[in-house]
């Protein structure tokens, strides 16, 4: 998930844009001020100088063009100026992988980017679309990458041709490797090469010959997005020395700056063309430059929400729960239910930061709100709950609620918060109205399919996607522990 990735950068943009949309008429001078808090924020963000410069140059003359300066509302104009420029930057229209005949595709990059994690990943995620990928180590100087590449080869279910640790001859691997393909009916081939922790033209070299020999569709630069402008510079040596024609940007999930993914597009002219947004073997994602600009600027991005949502959500289990929400029977056991399909979806604020606004709803949870562990430790008092219990959580008294605070590691304080909250909420679901808006919210996030992400829709339940923290039934104390009722 992206919940650092352009964080700082999000943030800063955040004021300069609220302050404009407010502004009823326009001048010269409000364009100059509020780009010159937008330059500052883009080289914040560790975006490349000469980036930031060409970028607001464009923006400045559409922004003092007549149109916009006798607008009606022009401070959201300009701001769906930026918002087109950023697209623009980031490389317009998403660039779908190349996988024509033979579908060769080559990854490079420098030492710890994460290049064989990501090949990987990519089988997977090919292997998910119909694909049927093939793997081959190539890094003949790291024994323990090519284990690294046979294990989860294996843990992805996609064959892996590893050659003999005594071989040394890059281009005579590739060559065996392609004999070995012959017999796989495969349809792509992902070549992970090896890395070096310095750029060297021994590297560039082996990597040159490999590149001529094969003649890839698909050169990839697997680049770490957390080392800022080394990135770049590393991007445009590969790109001149071997050419590339993509990239493919790792550990987005730890980067709060995000200016990497900025400048090696613009830098390069080359189209990212996936982002790897966490540890697990799912986690690389096409990238959309209009979604991403969108997430930048707190807009939302609920077309990739959705599609994370309806891989990962049990589209029966999320209708079972959505009917009995709508009679008002939710209890226990579907409350642990729903706990598990928001966990298999990620961090939350990963997910919920996929939702217009976001950014301003965050700032109203309690600090801990979206913590992975107060979602454990409230299934943890669940499961110390016995069957009935779960059903009936109105039986629970004082002698009870001693036990379920042993059994899952709490206090009694915090089982009772939870009863209390829960029970809250319950009340919330038998409410009519309430309901019919938190089921259309349902809908939404499930592409359609009137379950979705059951009592988290709830969470998010507002309107138009910026709930008031008051309607949300006590579910904002129940999933950040909130300030309580009096006299807690």
Not at 239 to 262: C, N, S, Y
Not at 379 to 408: D, H
Not at 414 to 422: C, P, S
């Amino acid at each position: 998930m992206l919940a650092l990735m352009f964080s700082n950068l999000a943030d800063s943009l955040d004021k300069t844009f609220r302050n404009l949309r407010g502004v009823g008429k326009i001048s010269e001078k409000n364009i100059a001020d509020s780009l010159r808090e937008v330059r500052l924020a883009l080289l914040e963000a560790d975006v490349e100088q000469g980036v930031v410069k060409e970028f607001l140059a464009s923006v400045t003359e559409k922004a003092k063009g007549e149109d916009v300066l006798k607008s009606v509302k022009p401070g959201e104009m300009i701001v769906k100026i930026f918002q087109d420029e950023l697209t623009e930057l980031l490389g317009g229209d998403q660039s779908p992988i190349n996988l024509n005949p033979p579908g060769y595709v080559l990854l490079c990059g420098l030492n710890g980017a994460g290049k064989t994690t990501t090949a990987a990943k990519l089988a997977l995620r090919l292997k998910k679309e119909g694909r049927r990928p093939l793997l081959v180590a190539l890094d003949l100087y790291r024994p323990a990458a090519i284990d690294q590449l046979a294990k989860l080869a294996e843990q992805v279910d996609v064959p892996c041709y590893t050659p003999d640790p005594s071989e040394k001859n890059l281009v005579k691997v590739a060559k065996d490797a392609l004999k070995w393909s012959k017999d796989q009916n495969g349809t792509v081939i992902i070549f992970d090469t090896a890395g070096r922790q310095e750029l060297d033209l021994e590297l560039l070299g082996e990597l040159k010959k490999l590149h001529n020999f094969l003649k890839p569709g698909e050169t990839l630069l697997v680049a770490d997005s957390a080392t800022g402008q080394q990135a770049v510079s590393v991007a445009q040596t590969f790109d001149q020395e071997i050419g590339i024609t993509g990239l493919i940007l790792t550990k987005l999930d730890g980067d709060a700056r995000g200016g990497a993914a900025l400048s090696m597009r613009a830098v390069t002219g080359k189209p990212i063309k996936y982002i790897g947004e966490g540890e697990k073997m799912e986690n690389l994602a096409e990238f959309h430059p209009s979604r991403m600009a969108d997430r930048i600027l707190d807009m939302g991005d609920v077309v990739s929400m959705v599609e994370q949502v309806s891989e990962k959500i049990d589209e029966k289990k999320a209708m079972s729960a959505a009917k009995r929400m709508q009679s008002g029977k939710f209890d226990f056991n579907d409350f642990l239910e729903q706990m598990k399909m928001i966990q298999n979806l990620g961090p939350l604020d990963g997910i919920l930061g996929m939702l217009p606004g976001f950014r301003q709803i965050k700032k109203q949870l309690p600090t801990g709100a979206l913590d992975d562990g107060r979602i454990k430790q409230m299934e943890a008092i669940v499961l110390s709950m016995t069957l009935r219990e779960r059903g009936k959580p109105i039986i629970i008294k004082a002698s009870q609620r001693k036990r379920i605070a042993k059994g899952s590691g709490t206090t009694v304080l915090q089982v009772n918060q939870l009863l209390k909250q829960f029970g809250q909420m319950q009340k919330m679901m038998k409410s009519k109205g309430k309901m019919k808006d938190m089921m259309k919210q349902l809908g939404g996030l499930s592409g359609g399919g009137g379950g979705g992400l059951g009592g988290l829709g709830g969470l998010m339940g507002g309107k138009g996607g910026m709930p008031d923290m008051k309607d949300m039934g006590g579910l904002d104390d129940l999933l950040g522990g909130g300030k309580g009722p009096k006299g807690r």
